[in-house]
């Protein structure tokens, strides 16, 4: 977990999730305002019907809630579905890397009177909101009895609820207290055989048989997950269902109060379970606090993404900042440090950390979590392939594409050694930097970042020109022209743009060492942004040299970057269609037959431009046949012959790229040009300002939502955009 600047263990646990404000008691008849100006920046209403919580394209409909790193969260019941009143519907559960509902609603509090259950609309239609940090429930039962339920995270691994019930009535109530829930099971084995329900001392518990299921379901045989509370209860279970039940009812007199705690824990280890039923302890003892510990972190980060953001855009950078916050998963298996994964709501996004979102990832982080975004860093380099590594020491210094819980020595299919990706690590430790003043963090990422830069130069510059090319690794994946290509497209980040299609001509050439070592394999093409991240990072390794006092370190850095920025200019732009292009191994020549794509730009934002490109580049980013579409930066321009305005790669509108054109006019002095396409983005892109999921790409033509909800570095990305100080 992150450490909050080491206060003490248990302050260190209370930072919990909590909001800006503590409910008040009033009656769900008279339906207050939210507490909040952020109450529902997102929609987390619904239940689950199945356990799979995917569409036809994998997409949970269901937006959820977590927070603190945890692999499990909740959604709201929906206004009207009485058969989901009273509990929090889920929770989702991460098995190690694929999403699963584990219930409906597997806490649903029920109040009894003389025997008799009470209605919990009896006063009224319920109200369910979110808010930042937390869950928000209120009932009013009539007769001046109200019930308000709130859920928030106290540690990485556990839900801290609160069943607060009120009497305002002139007469004291008696009221009895049970607690029901039904597994929801997978539909096929042997996922379906996995979860086992038991009755425990203080509640109930959900135990998960040993499955690997590589492409949907893996579990160890020692996940938990369970429900401790802190009254004196006892629990029955029959088949997938239970029933936990208060042994003593509850008087409340006039005008007073009583609070049902419990804690909702999901664990994957045995001794993850030991270390979380301390904490538990603890934070039943002192419930109040972990609230106030919670509001008071959340009061800070909801500070961090609207600090200078208009505020017609602020919803806009709290809902980027709960997306962040759900998509944030602890350490756990093979991912050493918490990280953000890309999305919660796609199962292939779900348990995996990826290197080029991550570096995006963190630099809107910092601006709220800068501990968070430091971390996120560290869970990539944690994998950074060592010189004496056994299985692939021509690889040095590379960063591989993607990590998850699994590594490929214990099963894990989705874990990517194949590729890198994008080389912008030294940028997002330095605007971590900025941020924090963190040198030690500085001393430990330079040499790593150097390694990183080498492995670059080493293993993809096939004609040692001083320009690289994306590629492929030796792996065993990589057994075919064809996969070598697929691998080096997917290094780019940019899978299926038109610029790596093998109908136009792209192919691959491998790259030996001196003595005839097989160090990998190149694209028969240098890419125009690479070379320009590459530029970029050199840049920022001379400052992050420069900050440490190495001074001899720093000019040499500077001189590489301005060595790959001539040559970038010299080579990659095309004064004919004046843009950025590809260029062709061996002999130079810029592809411009595979037409325009957004990388063009790319070297806008990085400053390796000339004013003179800049200006033309300029004038096709606010051309509307170009890339001034609908919803503005186009992966590729609608005049080329290859535009599809969904297919991924080719034509949707993707938020980083936006945010390194945008940044790029900026930093030409376009800056109008700019507070016009950012206006229009932020206008067209569908459900962005309302309380839709933050997409991972949009329709330029129409700004209809396309893949991925919840996208992280979409959310990312949208923080310095808000803004405008990218």
Do not use: C
């Given at each position: ?46 239940t ?100 308000s ?52 001392r ?33 629990t ?8 936990t ?28 379970r ?8 603890d ?57 953000i ?119 993809r510059?096939?004609?040692?020109n001083g ?8 792996d ?21 743009a ?8 792209t ?17 028969t ?27 001899a ?7 590489r970057?301005a ?5 970038v200019?010299?080579?990659?732009y ?64 609608k ?22 054109a ?11 040009d ?24 949009y ?28």
């Amino acid at each position: 977990m992150i450490r909050h600047r080491h206060l003490s263990a248990l302050t260190a646990l209370l930072l919990a999730g909590g909001a800006l404000a503590a409910p008040q008691a009033a009656s769900a008849r008279q339906h207050p305002a939210p507490p909040s100006p952020y109450a529902d920046v997102l929609d987390l209403h619904g239940t689950p019907a199945a356990a799979l919580p995917g569409d036809d394209e994998d997409n949970n409909p269901l937006t959820v809630f977590a927070d603190r790193g945890a692999w499990h969260a909740y959604a709201l019941p929906k206004a009207g579905d009485k058969d989901a009143y009273g509990g929090f519907s889920g929770p989702l559960y991460i098995a190690q890397e694929y999403p699963w509902w584990l219930s409906k609603s597997f806490s649903r509090i029920r109040l009894t009177e003389h025997g008799r259950p009470l209605d919990l609309s009896g006063g009224g239609t319920p109200r369910f909101t979110s808010l930042p940090g937390r869950l928000l429930q209120t009932y009013d039962l009539g007769r001046g009895l109200t019930l308000s339920l709130e859920l928030r995270f106290a540690t990485d691994r556990s839900a801290l609820v609160r069943a607060r019930i009120h009497n305002s009535g002139t007469a004291s109530r008696t009221l009895g207290a049970d607690w029901t829930g039904s597994l929801l099971r997978p539909a096929d084995k042997p996922m379906r055989d996995a979860p086992s329900l038991t009755s425990t001392r203080s509640g109930v518990g959900v135990g998960f048989a040993k499955v690997r299921e590589t492409w949907d379901y893996l579990t160890d045989g020692t996940e938990r997950f369970e429900v401790t509370h802190k009254d004196r209860v006892r629990t029955t279970v029959v088949g997938d269902t239970y029933r936990t039940e208060a042994t003593e009812p509850v008087t409340l007199a006039p005008g007073r109060s009583h609070s049902f705690d419990w804690t909702e824990s999901y664990t994957f280890t045995t001794a993850e379970r030991t270390r979380e039923q301390a904490k538990v302890r603890d934070v039943l003892d002192r419930p109040a606090a972990v609230v106030s510990a919670g509001d008071a972190r959340w009061r800070g980060y909801i500070a961090g993404v609207t600090r200078g953001v208009p505020a017609d855009g602020r919803r806009t950078a709290v809902k980027s900042l709960e997306t962040l916050v759900t998509n944030w998963r602890g350490a756990a298996g093979q991912i050493k440090h918490d990280g953000i994964t890309p999305s919660i709501s796609y199962k292939w996004f779900t348990g995996g950390i990826w290197a080029w979102d991550t570096w995006k990832q963190a630099v809107g982080t910092a601006r709220f979590a800068p501990d968070l975004a430091e971390s996120q860093i560290r869970s990539m380099f944690d994998w950074q392939t060592r010189a004496d590594s056994t299985t692939r020491p021509q690889d040095a210094g590379m960063i591989p594409d993607v990590i998850f819980y699994n590594d490929p020595a214990r099963g894990g299919g989705n874990w990517n050694e194949r590729n890198s990706k994008p080389p912008l690590a030294a940028w997002a430790v330095w605007e971590v930097y900025t941020k924090t003043g963190d040198k030690d963090f500085l001393r430990e990422m330079y040499p790593k970042l150097a390694a990183y830069q080498a492995w670059w130069y080493r293993n993809r510059d096939h004609d040692h020109n001083g320009l690289a090319e994306y590629g492929a690794t030796v792996d065993a994946a990589n057994n075919s022209p064809e996969e070598r290509r697929l691998a080096a497209a997917w290094e780019s980040g940019m899978d299926n743009a038109p610029r790596f299609d093998a109908a136009l001509g792209t192919d691959v050439v491998a790259n030996h060492a001196a003595d005839g070592t097989l160090l990998g394999y190149s694209l028969t093409q240098e890419s125009v942004d690479l070379n320009s991240y590459l530029a970029a990072d050199q840049g920022y390794v001379a400052r992050i040299a420069g900050a440490l006092g190495r001074g001899a370190d720093a000019e040499r850095w500077k001189r590489r970057a301005a060595a790959t920025t001539t040559a970038v200019r010299a080579t990659m732009y095309d004064p004919a269609d004046g843009w950025f292009h590809d260029t062709a191994l061996g002999t130079g020549a810029p592809l411009t037959a595979r037409g325009r794509g957004i990388e063009g730009a790319v070297p806008l934002w990085t400053g390796t431009a000339s004013k003179a490109q800049a200006r033309a580049v300029r004038d096709k980013l606010t051309d509307r046949e170009e890339f001034a579409t609908a919803v503005p930066f186009p992966t590729v321009s609608k005049s080329s012959p290859y535009f599809s305005p969904t297919a991924y790669w080719r034509g949707p509108v993707w938020f980083d790229q936006a945010y390194f054109a945008l940044g790029g006019l900026r930093r030409y002095g376009y800056d109008k040009d700019a507070n016009a396409l950012t206006d229009r983005l932020f206008s067209h892109a569908a459900g962005l300002t309302g309380n839709g999921p933050i997409m991972e790409n949009y329709d330029p033509t129409t700004g209809a939502p396309l893949n991925s909800p919840n996208f992280s570095w979409s959310a990312a990305l949208l923080l310095p955009m808000l803004a405008r100080d990218q």
